[in-house]
């Protein structure tokens, strides 16, 4: 059995907000409709970080190897300052296009989730860290994936 998409929240949120449709449709789009595709866009590449980085954690844990957490920090960064720029983006979008009650709770629930996929990206990164630690050690048991 294939395991979920990381993307199926996103696509779930975007549903319920009827935008699924809206960003395929044929004719121009507005401003705004540019903007709500960008930031969709921008908090799928940092939830495509944030799973590398889970994978690199793994490996670090697991597998022992150390290369794995540094790359696993760098992603962490990355993923911290794409928080800060959507978070801008989207608060930028408020204040200049207005968006009426739809395109606003998505706004509202895109912002509230970027702070939990940047969690998910610190948890990672702590794994990742503790699985360096322990890379020297020799492990009391065989680690279970």
Sequence with gaps: MEPPSILEPLD?????????????R????????QNLQDITAS???????VRESVG??????????PGAAELCVANDRKIDALEAEIDQTILTVIARR?????DLR???????????????GDNARHVARVGAE????????????
């Design 26 to 33: 044929s004719e121009p789009m507005t401003p705004l409709d």
């Design 43 to 49: 908090v799928v590449r940092m939830l495509s970080l």
């Design 134 to 145: 322990l890379a020297d050690k020799p492990p009391i048991k065989k680690y279970v994936d």
């Design 12 to 24: 779930l949120l975007l549903t319920a907000y009827g935008h699924s449709g809206r960003m395929l």
């Design 98 to 102: 207005q968006p009426a009650a739809t």
């Design 106 to 120: 998505l706004l509202g629930a895109l912002h509230r989730t970027l702070a939990e996929i940047e969690r998910a």
């Design 56 to 65: 690199l954690a793994k490996r670090a844990l697991i597998d022992a190897e």
